[in-house]
């Protein structure tokens, strides 16, 4: 059983940075890959980005170049640092574990964080 908690979400403006966090608990942490999945008002969930175990990133077209996944193990910590922000990124940011890893998809995830809201708007 993993347990996770994101914060960092808030309001910011088109061009600004932000960066969010998720701190998991519970046993082996470590051995689970994590990553971040987002909603938008209206939308279907989609993947935004994960990072295995042994550190190999994946991310979505949309972010790539923009966004940087990193963990630190030792705080079982999953940062998610967001750069050049879009009002397009404006979404209810989730936070997911699971072992195994099929590609990036939504479904894939046995354990879900609570979410934290992005808005970006001037």
């Known amino acids: 059983q993993v347990h996770l908690v994101e914060s960092g979400g808030r309001l910011v403006r088109p061009g600004d940075s932000l960066r969010l966090s998720c701190v998991a608990s519970?046993?082996?942490?470590?051995?689970?890959?994590m990553g971040w999945l987002r909603q938008a008002p209206g939308k279907e969930r989609e993947f935004v980005a994960d990072?295995?175990?042994?550190?190999?990133?994946f991310y979505a077209d949309s972010v790539r170049g923009r966004f940087t996944l990193s963990r630190d193990d030792a705080k079982n910590t999953l940062y998610l640092q967001m750069n050049s922000l879009k009002p397009d990124d404006t979404a209810v940011y989730y936070c997911?574990?699971?072992?195994?890893?099929?590609?990036?998809?939504?479904?894939?995830?046995?354990?879900w964080g609570q979410g934290t809201e992005v808005t970006v708007s001037s």
């Open positions: 997911a574990a699971d072992r195994r890893w099929s590609g990036p998809s939504t479904t894939q995830y046995s354990y």
């Open positions: 519970g046993r082996a942490v470590d051995t689970y890959g």
């Open positions: 990072i295995r175990e042994d550190g190999n990133t």
